[in-house]
């Protein structure tokens, strides 16, 4: 189950790109001749019209094939030459191409919709004082503070919520506080010395964390959060890649085993992790298919947008030449990801 369960996550997620340009090559009048599900050998086919609905074998993605007047495959149907990709408008091409990414970031939006309306996260419980864990060996521990544990004073001065405790504490360094607090109704009074803090070692720690809050978003506030959400994923994204630029060195990115690793340890968490992990890689995947590499949608959109400037077309027999050298350096790439995934798995294991 493990095992399944990111598969067939990671399945959806490539398939639903290739939905996107599937329904739009519909819309836009270009001869389908496949939409396939999986990759490698042909499992099942089923024809409707000029379509054919193929499963194949390996799991990972899938693609759609619209009609050529290059290259056509042996058993396609005859077209006629308007209903071909070259011979389609180029608003209509662009439409075509560009489906797969906004799919994508729809996708996303949509996981993440799931989690803060309808499966709901867990939130830190801001306006009360109520303990929800306490560090093993810290300032509060030593001074006998227990998760649901109620702080209603330090030094005598009422605090009635966590910003109000937390100023307190952290002004309080070098020295000793009187914390009274309530547990089944009783008051209690501590003397506690907070410690330097770990990341700050100018405030002070007591070593106690807040409660956590179950909660569902109403809908237009969980379409608010995930636009939000979306957003912040994205720009953790161009961070890294100007982090990159700036000398940063390589980031760690992981091939087709390490994200449904990443998937499978999402699962054991529950379905809001899942989800959200899901969403993260749905809107990357869609920003990385925007780049203008060979082979991907980004760079078909160059093709397209040479052809607006030019006002006729980069010779098809060329292009297909560049993306076949672009497909190429591609698998290459996910050969070498795959390969440091699994000595990744193999030194973890031992």
Known sequence: MSVIVPLVVLGLLIFMHELGHFVA???????????SFGMGPRLLRIRSGDTDYSLRL???????RVASQV????????????????????????????????????LALVLLIAVFWVIGIDQPVLDSTVLGDVVAGSPAAQAGLRPGDRVVAIDGQPVADWASMVARVQDALGRTVAIAYERSGIRYEAEVAPAPHPRDPSRGYLGVATGVRHTRLPLFAAVRQSVVEVGRMLAVWFV????IFAGGGAPDVSGPVGIIQMLGEATRFGLANLFYLAAMISANFALINLFPIPALDGSRLVFLALEKVRGRPVPPEQEGRIHMFGYALLMALLVLLTYRDLIRLVGAGR
């Open 25 to 35: 090559a519909k819309r836009g009048g270009f001869a389908v001749l496949e939409l």
């Open 58 to 64: 390996l799991p990972f993605g899938g693609f759609v």
């Open 71 to 106: 290259g056509d495959a042996p058993g396609d149907p005859v077209v006629s030459p308007e209903r071909t990709y070259e011979g389609r408008p180029l608003p209509a091409r662009l439409a075509f191409i560009a489906a797969g990414p906004a799919m994508n970031f729809v």
């Open 240 to 243: 890294g890649l100007a982090g």
